[in-house]
T-cell receptor, first 113, second 114 residues
Framework: EAQVTQNPRYLITVTGKKLTVTCSQN?????MSWYRQDPGLGLRQIYY???????DKGDVPEGYKVSRKEKRNFPLILESPSPNQTSLYFC????????????FGPGTRLLVL | TQLLEQSPQFLSIQEGENLTVYCNSS?????LQWYRQEPGEGPVLLVT?????EVKKLKRLTFQFGDARKDSSLHITAAQTGDTGLYLC??????????????FGQGTILTVHP
């Protein structure tokens, strides 16, 4: 089954404790992206990747890192999480660019205390 | 920075009613997408429109793209409880340094009561 998977689905952590949210897709898509969703703000793009080793900033990249060493994986790294990064995070992928149908993962709900 | 404004933010209606939600951009859209998101799930693409003046229909949903490509509307006829969800518009920028960057509106929360 074609899908985007994220892990973990739920995470409670404390300020400053490094964490990684994994994202994997099995559709051989070139484009992958991370978003955060907060009430009243819709989805805001954090980082996106057009292909392996090619990443670029979205609208809210501060406090986040990404890497794209393999086509299928696009982990989101929070080196020193802060409470304002408490949010619902979505990973998405599409065939070649954001123009096309994006397939979203199920989301990761993060609480930073 | 492009800003997408959706209205209304909240919409509560009875089953069978018609409704329209709007999406306006501070700059010309490159490619406009509409998504629906149900609670606990990721957004699902409904439609992509590219050409100014374009109208697309998806069963009871009608999507219209403004001639100047700075606004769009989503009209639902005879709403059903299954239409309940968050409706998001997005612009997929193309060209220049913004290629691949997506900007979303803040969404319209639609609740359809039986």
């Amino acid at each position: 089954e074609a899908q985007v998977t994220q892990n973990p689905r739920y995470l409670i952590t404390v300020t400053g404790k490094k964490l990684t949210v994994t994202c994997s897709q099995n559709m051989n898509h070139e484009y992958m992206s991370w978003y955060r969703q907060d009430p009243g703000l819709g989805l805001r793009q954090i980082y996106y990747s057009m292909n392996v080793e090619v990443t670029d900033k979205g609208d809210v990249p501060e406090g986040y890192k990404v890497s794209r060493k393999e086509k299928r994986n696009f982990p989101l790294i929070l080196e020193s999480p802060s409470p304002n990064q408490t949010s619902l995070y979505f990973c998405a992928s599409s065939e070649t660019s954001g123009w096309e149908t994006q397939y979203f993962g199920p989301g990761t709900r993060l609480l930073v205390l | 920075t492009q800003l997408l404004e959706q209205s209304p933010q909240f919409l509560s209606i009875q089953e069978g009613e018609n409704l329209t939600v709007y999406c306006n951009s501070s700059s010309v859209f490159s490619s406009l997408q509409w998504y629906r998101q149900e609670p606990g799930e990721g957004p699902v693409l409904l439609v992509t429109v590219v050409t100014g003046g374009e109208v697309k229909k998806l069963k009871r949903l009608t999507f219209q793209f403004g001639d100047a490509r700075k606004d769009s509307s989503l009209h639902i006829t005879a709403a059903q409880t299954g239409d309940t969800g968050l409706y998001l518009c997005a612009d997929a920028n193309a060209g220049g340094t913004s290629y691949g960057k997506l900007t979303f509106g803040q969404g319209t929360i639609l609740t359809v009561h039986p």
